[in-house]
């Protein structure tokens, strides 16, 4: 008896259990079984959409139904379209079958160049049985041009069907093997991330040191590997890296391309190894899925057999070149009929971009916008290939006649650099600790209760987001504005009055100027702003942020006041402003990209790739070439203003001389 009842009479102890009984058989009347998506990423219910019942109710039931896995996918806000928000859920393969909308249609010759028949409209898993390579379901839309197509589809089907979340279990033991597998296929109606195309099938395993599914009841998993496009990755079932709740794995999706990993992290591809190419990422936000795991047959007895689209040799999408191609289903994998083996050959790590990339332009960034990009690129060339070719080819060419244009400066930059090499090098190495100090705070101030919950809060509406995006990215630039440009100019200025300034010199006196240089700059970009906010005046509010570039020159060099800066600024810029614009451009791919490019070629060439040094290194090189480009803007500036551009050196000899007297 309950604790609460000792000393109550055995009527009131009777009344309580009655009352309480039928609460739950009224409760029970009127909430249907299933599970959907809730709106706080739990279950409700649904009364269709179930699969067919397991293939086995007994131990292999029990044991399919005590391990099956909770999944999270990201979800950042409501908006079907946004692709920052995973947009499908692993459901039942029944979603396809069975469809006016989805035919079974037939390669004439079996590849995706053949011609096209319709077989059947509206296939059943009967429909399916004993297919070869050549059939394939067709879903509405192109996954070459995807859009939101399959988003609102599957988004419009799940709010008014509630498919049920479901992981399919398979229960083998490989030949010659004393393990048993117990694999968990989940479907996904379509992958959205590089290469885009219908349907997808992903999969975790799970392996007991038993013969039979009554013998594994009686065990813990040894261990456990979870399936990455081609490859996978393992871990044994008490590693730190692999989170369990009550006892059910915890997979972390990757966002679009649904590779099943440990752990919330920036996830690389190399394409080796059976990782794809390009990058993945299982942070959160999250909604989380629990499975309900679904016992089928190694094989399928017959097209009468609920499950006997596991005898489908064809794809589960459209039939396209390899970049789009639907996949294959699970019984096509080597791991449906070799599960011990394929496990044994999986990765033991994945490789994982750090929190923190370092400063200046990351090059994993650059690697991850590059293959995106990329992506797009094919997209391109496959609709009109001559069209995607001459774009291509005028850009470099105007890169090219860009470099050429600002040679001048871009040379005159780098004998600068090179004359005083040890000071400028000293100088920008300064930006490294600098940088890391920023990183730290701003770290601490992100995880400091309440701020930290609030940003995360917060983070879920995607205009406070990409401004938490541009304030975080944006700090590291900032250091360099701040504390490292003018103190390059400065001492720019004491080398062509024949002094060696040095290091600590040079930072003392161009730490003098940061504050005038600060509130120039934000002045300039208020009136930027007040024109900006007129819609009409955003042209002109443009031309003015071009006209600040100057802004630190005509301060540390000119030794203006912050209201004196902003005109003496535009007044350089004006002498040419096309020159101006071209030589920043060009002056900031030259520092900005250099030192990633450099550190995306050792990521890929070195096979053991420590991606931590490979970002400390893009930040040693960012660190050492931004004073390159500040010296080819200050020479620029040289070259517009003429004998005016140091009328600022009078009084800045006379502090020199002060300090050394």
């Known amino acids: 008896m309950s604790p609460l009842l000792v000393g109550r009479s055995r009527r009131t102890a009777h009344f309580i259990f009655v009352l309480v009984s039928v609460v739950i058989v009224v409760f029970a009347a009127f909430v249907p079984a299933g599970q959907s998506r809730a709106a706080d990423g739990g279950v409700t219910s649904t009364t269709i959409g179930d699969p067919p019942p397991s293939a086995d109710a007994g131990p292999a039931q029990q044991l399919a139904d005590r391990y099956a896995p909770v999944v999270y996918l990201r979800e950042v806000n409501s908006n079907i379209c946004d692709t920052e928000n995973e947009g499908f859920d692993p459901v039942a393969v029944d979603f396809v079958l069975k469809r006016d909308d989805i035919p079974l249609m037939k390669s004439v010759d079996g590849t995706a160049n053949g011609a096209r028949e319709l077989v059947k409209d509206a296939p059943s898993a009967a429909d399916l049985y004993g297919r070869d390579a050549g059939y394939y379901l067709d879903y509405p839309g192109s996954p070459v041009r995807p859009g939101c197509v399959y988003r609102r589809y599957f988004a419009d089907r799940m709010s008014t069907e509630n498919w049920p979340f479901v992981a399919y279990a398979h229960i083998y033991q490989e030949p010659g093997s004393h393990e048993l597998a117990l694999q968990y296929w989940m479907y996904y109606y379509f ?123 064809g794809r589960w999408g459209e039939l396209r070149r390899s970049e789009w191609n639907g996949p294959t289903g699970p019984n096509d994998k080597t791991s449906w009929t070799q599960p011990v083996t394929w496990g044994n050959n999986v990765r033991d790590t994945s490789l994982t971009a750090p929190d923190f990339e370092g400063f200046g332009r990351a090059p994993l960034g650059i690697f991850c916008g590059a ?50 090499l040890h000071t400028f090098l000293l100088i920008g190495a300064c930006l490294i600790p600098i940088a890391y100090l920023l990183a730290a705070l701003q770290t601490l101030i992100f995880h400091i209760p309440p701020i930290g919950p609030f940003l995360a809060m917060m983070g879920r509406f995607p205009g406070v987001r990409i401004f938490l995006l541009l304030l975080v990215g944006s700090l590291n630039a900032v250091a360099a504005l701040i504390f490292v440009e003018p103190t390059i100019v400065w001492a720019m200025g004491q080398f062509r009055r024949g002094r060696r300034p040095g290091v600590v010199e ?81 002056l900031l791919m030259l520092t900005g990209l250099a030192g990633p490019l450099l550190a995306l070629f050792l990521l890929v060439a070195i096979p053991t790739r420590p991606v931590d040094m490979v970002n400390f290194m893009s930040s040693i090189f960012f660190a050492f070439l931004y004073p390159f480009g500040v010296i080819g803007m200050t020479l620029l500036y040289e070259r517009h203003r003429g004998g005016e551009a140091w009328q600022g050196e009078t009084q800045t000899d006379g502090q020199v001389a002060s300090a050394e007297a």
Request: net charge positive.
């Open 371 to 420: 293959v995106s990009g990329g992506s797009r690129v094919l997209v391109a060339f496959t609709r009109a290939p001559a069209i995607a070719a001459g774009i291509l080819g005028g850009l470099l060419v105007v890169l090219g006649l860009m470099f050429a244009y600002t040679s001048q400066e871009t040379r005159g930059a780098y004998a600068y650099y090179r004359r005083h």
């Open 506 to 586: 040079s930072y003392k006196h161009g730490f003098r100027f940061i504050v005038p240089i600060i509130i120039a700059r934000f002045r300039a970009i208020l009136a930027a702003l007040r024109q900006a906010i007129t819609i009409v005046g955003i042209p002109r509010a443009i031309m003015m942020l071009v006209r600040m570039i100057f802004i630190p020159q005509t301060v540390v060099a000119g030794g203006d006041v912050p209201e004196k800066a902003i005109a003496d600024s535009a007044k350089a810029v004006n002498v040419s402003v096309p020159r101006t614009l071209l030589t920043q451009l060009s």
């Open 191 to 313: 992958n959205d991330w590089n290469n885009n195309h219908e349907g997808d099938w992903e999969m975790v395993m799970l392996f007991f040191d038993a013969n039979t599914a009554e013998e594994a009841l009686t065990k813990e998993p040894t261990r456990v590997v979870y399936a990455q496009h081609g490859g996978g990755e393992r871990s044994d079932w008490n590693d730190k890296k692999f989170s369990k709740e009550d006892g059910h794995p915890v997979v972390y999706v990757a966002r679009g391309a649904h590779a099943s990993f440990f752990e919330q992290r920036v996830y690389l591809g190399l394409a080796e190894n059976g990782t794809g190419f390009g990058c993945e990422t299982t942070r959160g936000p999250h909604r989380r899925d629990a499975m309900k795991a679904v016992v089928v047959p190694h094989t399928p007895t017959g097209p009468d057999d609920p499950f006997a689209w596991l005898a489908f040799d």
